[in-house]
């Protein structure tokens, strides 16, 4: 039996959450998921460490008899292909299996990559400073979050011109991990609140509409169970906004 320890507020967990949603047919009754919430420091404690020396979330617990721990696996990338190869969810990540599946997998892998110190780093780098450092009382640093920006901006642009270049998909013509994982990462971006951060959702992506018009059709194509996964983000946005409305404007 397989546990997959996630935060409905963290990107990498969502993705998994989708994937592994979408598949659970295929996955049989093998795997359950369990809630570490970040908010509350539950990845902190010492029995979370003993699951995952890395202390953060997503990560894949294999469980043996008795409840034993047979196999841990920290790392999104990693607990993505994992899961598809284990079962056989090819249609997500090529199987390797003769040249050509092997080059498509390999292009796949090429985007998991690149997600990491592009689109990751500059959305999730932003999102912290902006928005998730004060609730985690951690001060923010508006110059980090200004050179996150860039990286995203940048990000956001190779991503139209690369990896959705020809293509309605970053697998094609349907959705693969890379796009889940690329999806759930901007859809944080909704957390912004323009009044106050000087951006939101709109603004950023205003100058990329290709992008805008891929997040639909992953959305779409992972219906219903994209919306389930991410309510509990847009609950958040929405107190957010609402609460960031009633402080009075600076003069
Ligand atoms: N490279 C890791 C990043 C995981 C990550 O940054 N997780 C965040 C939530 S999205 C986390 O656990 N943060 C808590 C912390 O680092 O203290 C992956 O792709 O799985």
Same mark, same amino acid.
Request: net charge positive; proline share 5%; charged share 25%.
């Given at each position: 039996? !397989?546990?997959?320890?996630?935060?409905?507020m963290?990107?990498?967990?969502? *993705?998994?959450?989708?994937?592994?949603?979408?598949?659970? *047919? %295929?996955?049989?009754? *093998?795997?359950?998921?369990k809630?570490?919430?970040?908010?509350?420091?539950?990845?902190?404690?010492?029995? !979370?460490?003993?699951?995952?020396?890395?202390?953060?979330?997503?990560?894949?617990?294999?469980?043996?008899?008795?409840?034993?721990?047979?196999?841990?696996?920290?790392?999104?990338?990693?607990?993505?292909?994992?899961l598809?190869?284990?079962? %056989?969810?090819?249609?997500?990540?090529?199987?390797?299996?003769?040249?050509?599946?092997?080059?498509?997998?390999? !292009?796949?892998?090429?985007?998991?990559?690149?997600?990491?110190?592009t689109?990751?780093?500059?959305?999730?780098?932003?999102?912290?400073?902006?928005?998730?450092?004060?609730?985690?009382?951690?001060?923010?640093?508006?110059?980090?979050?200004?050179?996150?920006?860039?990286?995203? &901006?940048?990000?956001?642009?190779?991503?139209?011109?690369?990896?959705?270049? &020809?293509?309605?998909?970053?697998?094609?013509?349907?959705?693969?991990?890379?796009?889940?994982?690329?999806?759930?990462?901007?859809?944080?971006?909704?957390?912004? !609140?323009?009044?106050?951060?000087?951006? &939101?959702?709109?603004?950023?992506?205003?100058?990329?509409?290709?992008?805008?018009?891929?997040?639909?059709? @992953?959305?779409?194509?992972?219906?219903?169970?994209?919306?389930? @996964?991410?309510?509990?983000?847009?609950?958040?946005?929405?107190?957010?906004?609402?609460?960031l409305?009633?402080?009075? *404007?600076?003069?």
């Amino acid at each position: 039996m !397989y546990q997959l320890y996630v935060d409905f507020m963290s990107q990498p967990s969502r *993705a998994l959450m989708i994937l592994c949603r979408l598949n659970a *047919a %295929s996955m049989g009754q *093998a795997l359950e998921e369990k809630r570490v919430l970040i908010h509350k420091k539950e990845h902190r404690t010492d029995e !979370y460490k003993e699951l995952n020396p890395l202390r953060q979330v997503p990560c894949l617990v294999k469980r043996g008899a008795g409840q034993s721990v047979d196999f841990r696996l920290p790392e999104s990338c990693a607990i993505l292909r994992h899961l598809c190869e284990r079962f %056989s969810l090819s249609d997500w990540y090529p199987s390797a299996g003769g040249v050509e599946q092997l080059e498509k997998q390999a !292009y796949v892998d090429s985007a998991l990559h690149w997600y990491h110190s592009t689109l990751r780093k500059g959305c999730g780098g932003l999102t912290f400073h902006k928005v998730v450092a004060m609730n985690l009382g951690v001060q923010p640093n508006e110059a980090i979050a200004v050179d996150c920006k860039a990286v995203l &901006d940048r990000a956001l642009g190779t991503m139209e011109r690369v990896w959705l270049k &020809d293509r309605s998909f970053v697998g094609g013509s349907r959705p693969c991990v890379a796009d889940l994982l690329f999806c759930c990462e901007l859809e944080q971006l909704n957390m912004f !609140y323009a009044p106050v951060d000087g951006m &939101d959702f709109d603004s950023i992506m205003g100058p990329f509409p290709e992008v805008r018009a891929w997040m639909a059709r @992953v959305a779409e194509a992972t219906s219903p169970v994209y919306e389930e @996964v991410h309510k509990f983000l847009r609950f958040a946005s929405k107190m957010r906004h609402e609460k960031l409305s009633k402080v009075p *404007a600076k003069l």
